[in-house]
């Protein structure tokens, strides 16, 4: 435990309360527990999008530093993207650039994106 907190740059917070953590430190704490279990894929959920851009950058290099030395593999998903993929029962159904999204011929990819995009097949525009 404590060379895996070295090694994500938390040990000097191991006698604080989360209370006393700032938003990177806290990404830190959860970066070094999804480590512990020895995980080949990690996958992010909006990692750093609430850091301010300096944090940003220095919880990117501990994600590299870590990839290369631990062999992983991260999935990230975000709001800001040239492709979707869509993932049903741990299986890629659709792989697509997002100008094309409206396109999707996978039916668990189509309910997901009309469950919350609206299509308007006509002009193929797509309204958020």
């Keep these: 435990a404590k060379a895996l ?7 000097p917070l191991a006698r604080r309360s989360i209370t006393q953590t700032s938003g990177g430190q806290l990404q830190r704490v959860c970066i070094a527990r999804a480590v512990a279990c020895k995980p080949e894929v990690i996958l992010f959920d909006e990692a750093i999008s609430s850091l301010d851009a300096h944090t940003q950058v220095q919880v990117m290099d ?22 979707v993929l869509f993932l049903y029962q741990g299986r890629v159904t ?3 650039p997002v100008s094309r999204i409206s396109e999707t011929k996978d039916e668990y990819a189509r309910r997901l994106l009309e469950s919350i995009v609206v299509f308007d097949t006509e002009t193929s525009e797509v309204d958020v």
């Design 5 to 11: 907190m070295e090694r994500t740059g938390i040990l």
């Design 62 to 83: 501990l994600l590299r530093d870590l990839k290369e030395k631990l062999g992983l593999t991260y999935v990230s998903i975000t709001y800001l993207c040239d492709d």
């Design 94 to 96: 659709e792989y697509l």
